[in-house]
């Protein structure tokens, strides 16, 4: 490597896990042996953080979690939040109305919990093909009556908010008004979903924010991914790692590719050019 990595970051579907959702005793084995050298692994998704497996969050060679696509960085040893960039909740409420317009999954994440409507949980395959994904997704998230009712109770700012949609026309045209919208970062991670959080947030950033913490430079952050949520994280920090499973334009701006998830690329990347 022609940068010395002190920390590394791992967005989680489709990248640290398998398609199925299973983190293979072989990739814990290299982010065990990775932390044993002073590096710093940590997820780096957009799920919440009540969204991280248990296996992974319960390593304890593992502390930190960015999360919600970097609305929330956590100290697991302190439960501290580090980073917090939230989406103001009159902003949220526009787009809340929006996806309001079309027929979708609506989810509004506050403080690491994801929240969906049970009416909806119960319907998630409508919205996804991926049962893995699906079953992720009606195992973590907390079910209420009403998302909108849920919001206006809170009433209060965002981590993150996104919904899942049946068509791509949908999407394109929901995202058409939704870029209308100042003070917001849109992307997703799954090919029929908007994610939006607050203008500047993204995985990379958080990452930098907290080497700031721990004295670690852009330049010693390593970050793996898939996804168009990644694209950025990819680019902030000094060496980025696409997927070979991964949209083209992240290959495109990643510095190396590895395997597939399914070929547990990050575990094996790691292992030949961090810990070799």
Not at 142 to 169: C, G, H
């Amino acid at each position: 490597m022609k940068n010395k990595v002190r920390m590394i970051g791992m967005d989680l579907d489709g990248t640290l896990l398998k398609t199925n959702k299973e983190l293979t005793a072989y990739t814990k084995d290299v982010l065990k042996r990775a932390a044993e050298r002073g590096i710093i692994v940590m997820p780096a998704t957009g799920r919440p953080f009540s969204g991280i497996p248990k296996e992974l969050t319960g390593l304890q060679e593992i502390r930190y979690a960015v999360t919600a696509n970097g609305a929330r960085v956590i100290d697991m040893e302190k439960n501290e939040v580090i980073v917090e960039e939230l989406l103001a909740y009159d902003i949220a409420e526009v787009i809340l109305t929006i996806f309001e317009r079309y027929d979708t999954f609506r989810e509004i994440y506050y403080h690491g919990i994801g929240y969906a409507s049970k009416k909806a949980l119960t319907r998630i395959d409508k919205y996804l093909n991926i049962t893995a994904m699906a079953d992720y997704i009606t195992s973590t998230r907390v079910p209420v009556d009403d998302v909108r009712a849920k919001f206006e109770e809170m009433n209060q700012p965002v981590d993150k908010i996104q919904a899942l949609f049946t068509s791509v026309e949908d999407r394109d045209a929901a995202r058409k008004e939704i870029e209308e919208v100042s003070g917001i970062e849109i992307t997703g991670a799954l090919p029929m979903n908007l994610e939006i959080n607050a203008a500047g947030v993204n995985k990379g950033k958080a990452m930098i924010e907290l080497g700031k913490v721990l004295g670690i430079p852009r330049e010693e952050i390593m970050a793996f991914g898939d996804g168009n949520n990644d694209l950025k994280m990819l680019k902030e920090v000094g060496t980025g790692v696409a997927m070979e499973n991964a949209i083209p334009s992240l290959k495109e701006a990643a510095d190396y590719v590895t395997l597939s998830n399914d070929e547990e690329g990050v575990a094996k990347f790691i292992e030949k050019y961090v810990l070799d």
